[in-house]
C-alpha cells in the first residue's frame, strides 16, 4: 500500500482535463461481450479496475488493441464457451458483478465464486443481479461456488425494482437489449454511466427508451453490432478537481463536455462557499467564501443529501466533507444510500476538524476549526481518499494519507496532473 504526502496550503491554478468515467467505462468495456464485431471506446481512463477486465477479456483469447493515445482500445471477442479453468472473473472490484450478464448471454453459463466487493461502503448485494438473471429465465443450479445456466434464448420481463441500483440497472439492460420480446425495469437508475451504457448500447443497434428516467424500455433484437463510442468524462474528477483549486485558494479550469449532468453537484458545492463560473465547455472555480449558505428556514440545519441519481452522488459526498472542515460553520451530511460510508470520518479530528457521527447515515461538521497537517489512514474507499486529500491540501504543512492506494482505481495519474497544475504531492 502507498502514502500519499501533501505539502498543502499552495494554490492549484490552472486548466486540467478529467479523465473518463470509471463507473461507465466498466460496463461499457463488459457491454463489448454482447457483440462478435469489435468495438472501439474512446476516452478509456488508464486505471487498475479497468487493467483487471482486460486481463480476463485476454485470458479468455479476446485481442484489444490500444491505439497510440493509449485512450482508444479496440476489443474483440471470439469465444462463446468457457474452457476448462477459464472462467475466473476478477475478482476484488465491485464491477466483476457487470461481467454476469453478458457472459450468460454470450456463453450461456455462469460459474464463479465472487462476491464482487468493492469499496468498503457497506454490503455490496449480488442479490438484484441474481434475481434479474433468474426473472429473465436464467437457472441457479448451485450457490457458493455459484453454477447458473441459461437452456433457451432469455426471455423479455416487466421488473419493479427494490431500490434503484447503478449496477443492476446496467445488468438488466445488457440482458434485455437481445432478450425475446419486450422488458421494462421500474425503479431503474439514471446516472450518467447508466446513461452512458445505454447509448453505447443503442449505438450497437438496440432499442431502448427512458433514458435518464426511471422507466427503461427495451425492445429485444436478435443480435447487436460493433460500435465506436467515447466514454464520458468523470463527473466525480471534475467536482473533485474543482473543489481542489478552490479549497487551495487557486483559479482552476476543468475542460469537459459534460456542464449539463454538472448543476446539481456544483449548487451543492457553492453551499460550502464554492464559487463557479460554467461555459459549454468548461468549468472554473473563482474562490472559496467558506461560507456555509444559511437556509431561509433558520431552525434547520444547512445539509447536503446524497442519493441516487439525480440526487447529488454519494461518491462525492467525503470530497464535499473534505471541503466543509475548512468553512466557517456547520453542515450536516447525509449518505442515504451506504450504511458504512461515514465512519473514516474519525481521522478528520486528526486535522483539528470537530464532526459528530449521528448514526451510520448521518455527519455533522462544526465549521471554525483550527486545521493542522496531520497523519491518516484511508479506508478501502476510492472518494474516501479524496475527502482526506481536500483536507490535507487545504492546510499549510506537510500531511500524510496512508494507504491511498483505492485512487488508482478511478483516477488516473491524479498526484502527476496536479503536479502540473502546482501542488507539491508525491507518493511514498
Ligand atoms: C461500479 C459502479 O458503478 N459502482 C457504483 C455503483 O455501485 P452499485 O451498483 O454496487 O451500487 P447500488 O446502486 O447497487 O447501491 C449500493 C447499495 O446501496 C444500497 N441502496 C442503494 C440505493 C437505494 O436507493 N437504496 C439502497 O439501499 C443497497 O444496499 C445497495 O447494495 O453505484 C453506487 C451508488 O451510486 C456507487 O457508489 C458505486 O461507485
Ligand atoms: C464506490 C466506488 O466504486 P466501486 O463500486 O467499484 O467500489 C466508487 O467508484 O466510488
Redesign the pocket.
Known amino acids: 500500500m502507498a502514502d500519499l504526502i501533501v505539502d498543502g496550503g499552495h494554490p492549484i491554478s490552472g486548466t486540467v482535463s478529467p479523465s473518463g468515467n470509471?463507473?461507465a467505462v466498466?460496463?461499457m468495456l463488459c457491454a463489448t461481450l454482447l457483440t462478435d464485431e469489435p468495438v472501439t471506446l474512446e476516452n478509456v481512463p488508464e486505471i487498475s479496475d479497468v487493467a483487471k477486465i482486460l486481463a480476463y477479456f485476454e485470458s479468455m483469447g479476446s485481442t484489444v488493441a490500444r491505439a497510440d493515445d493509449g485512450a482508444t482500445l479496440t476489443i474483440r471477442h471470439d469465444f462463446n464457451a468457457f474452457r476448462d479453468g477459464d472462467a475466473d472473473l476478477p475478482l476484488g472490484i465491485?464491477?466483476a458483478?457487470?461481467l454476469l450478464a453478458p457472459v450468460m448471454v454470450r456463453t450461456g453459463t455462469l460459474t464463479f465464486d465472487t462476491d464482487a466487493k468493492?469499496?468498503a461502503?457497506?454490503?455490496?448485494?449480488i442479490d438484484?443481479h441474481l434475481e434479474i438473471l433468474e426473472q429473465f429465465g436464467a437457472r441457479i443450479v448451485a450457490t457458493h461456488p455459484y453454477d447458473i445456466r441459461r437452456e433457451d434464448r432469455l426471455k423479455g420481463q416487466e421488473i419493479w425494482a427494490d431500490?434503484?441500483?447503478?449496477?443492476?440497472t446496467?445488468t438488466f439492460a445488457m440482458i434485455a437489449a437481445t432478450a425475446e420480446g419486450s422488458s421494462v425495469l421500474m425503479n431503474a437508475?439514471s446516472?450518467p454511466?447508466v446513461q452512458a451504457l445505454c447509448e453505447m448500447l443503442r449505438s450497437m443497434g438496440a432499442k431502448i427508451d427512458g433514458l435518464g428516467t426511471s422507466r427503461l424500455s427495451v425492445t429485444g433484437v436478435e443480435r447487436l453490432s460493433g460500435t465506436r463510442v467515447r466514454v464520458p468524462d468523470d463527473h466525480h474528477e471534475v467536482a473533485t478537481f474543482l473543489a481542489i483549486g478552490g479549497v487551495t485558494g487557486g483559479r482552476l479550469t476543468v475542460k469537459t463536455d459534460i456542464t449539463p449532468h454538472m448543476t446539481l453537484i456544483l449548487r451543492q458545492f457553492e453551499k460550502l462557499g464554492l464559487q463557479f463560473e460554467t461555459t459549454d465547455d468548461s468549468i472554473t472555480v473563482t474562490g472559496w467564501t467558506r461560507e456555509i449558505s444559511r437556509p431561509y428556514t433558520r431552525e434547520m440545519l444547512p445539509k447536503i443529501e446524497a442519493?441516487?441519481?439525480p440526487y447529488f452522488?454519494?461518491?462525492l459526498l467525503p470530497q464535499a466533507i473534505g471541503v466543509a472542515v475548512g468553512c466557517h460553520s456547520e453542515i450536516m451530511f447525509w449518505n442515504?444510500?451506504?450504511?458504512g460510508a461515514l465512519a473514516w470520518s474519525s481521522e478528520l479530528a486528526k486535522f483539528g476538524a470537530r464532526v459528530h457521527l449521528s448514526d451510520p447515515h448521518r455527519l455533522i461538521v462544526f465549521g471554525g476549526n483550527n486545521l493542522r497537517p496531520a497523519e491518516v489512514e484511508a479506508p478501502y474507499i476510492i472518494r474516501v481518499v479524496l475527502g482526506l486529500f481536500l483536507a490535507a491540501i487545504q492546510v499549510e504543512g506537510q500531511s500524510t494519507i496512508r494507504k491511498a492506494d483505492p485512487i488508482r482505481r478511478a483516477h488516473p495519474r491524479f498526484v502527476e496532473k496536479l503536479t502540473e497544475l502546482g501542488a507539491q504531492v508525491r507518493w511514498a
Do not use: F, M, Q
Request: aromatic share 8%.
Open positions: 470509471k463507473n466498466l460496463p465491485r464491477s458483478v457487470l468493492g469499496c461502503l457497506g454490503l455490496r448485494e438484484p431500490y434503484a441500483s447503478v449496477t443492476a446496467e437508475a446516472e454511466h442519493a441516487p441519481w452522488p454519494a461518491d442515504k444510500i451506504y450504511e
